[in-house]
């Protein structure tokens, strides 16, 4: 829809400004040949709360067959029915919240749709990791700018994402090039200097209208 505006989530940026600080020094410290070759994701029940068309559970019951190939598990239990929080205590382990700047030694991050959009995917583009992304219709404001197969992957929670970890661990240096791709992206569009000067760009826009 053109006559939608997106706008950058203001009231993050202040809690934001020093965790990109921290990550983005995290990242230049680690060689991308020191990563773990492993997709990996940690967060809360959020989303569709019939579990059959939950995103996230789908890629936790993945990881489940593919633990080689996939960490991800739920750290948080919210938003869910007791029935069903029941069901996820007794299936799967709910483990510990991991930082996203612990989350950098693995060279695959996931970015995983909850009640909307995931709100970590603009600070896993700084990690110089591959984010793979979920397809999806929820739009931020920057979306316009990041491309799949350039900046991230974007994958299918139903059919692909097992391939494309395959993909991406036989084609390493096309891999680590994806991540410096998302790298450079954010560090030019993603920081609160650049988001201010987007809303700055965005005001002055809107005036002349």
Request: glycine share 2%.
């Amino acid at each position: 829809n053109n006559k939608i505006i997106l706008f950058p989530h203001i009231e993050w940026m202040e809690k934001n400004d020093l965790l990109l600080d921290r990550l983005s020094k995290a990242a230049i410290h680690l060689n991308w040949e020191q990563k773990e070759s492993q997709a990996f994701w940690r967060g809360t029940t959020t989303g569709f709360l019939d579990l059959d068309k939950n995103e996230r559970l789908k890629i936790v019951k993945l990881a489940s067959h593919y633990p080689h190939l996939i960490d991800a598990s739920f750290s948080n239990i919210s938003q869910l029915s007791e029935e069903n929080k029941k069901y996820l205590i007794e299936n799967f382990e709910i483990k510990e919240k991991i930082s996203p700047i612990e989350q950098i030694k693995y060279k695959y991050l996931l970015s995983i749709d909850g009640n909307a959009f995931p709100g970590s995917f603009f600070l896993q583009l700084f990690s110089n990791s591959v984010v793979l992304k979920n397809s999806s219709n929820y739009l931020e404001w920057y979306y316009s700018g990041v491309k799949s197969d350039r900046h991230y992957l974007e994958f299918d929670s139903d059919k692909d994402l097992i391939s494309k970890i395959h993909w991406l661990k036989d084609n390493d240096k096309k891999a680590k090039k994806i991540s410096e791709n998302a790298n450079v992206f954010a560090n030019e569009n993603l920081t609160n200097e650049a988001t201010l000067a987007y809303i700055s760009k965005l005001f002055r826009k809107l005036s002349e209208l």
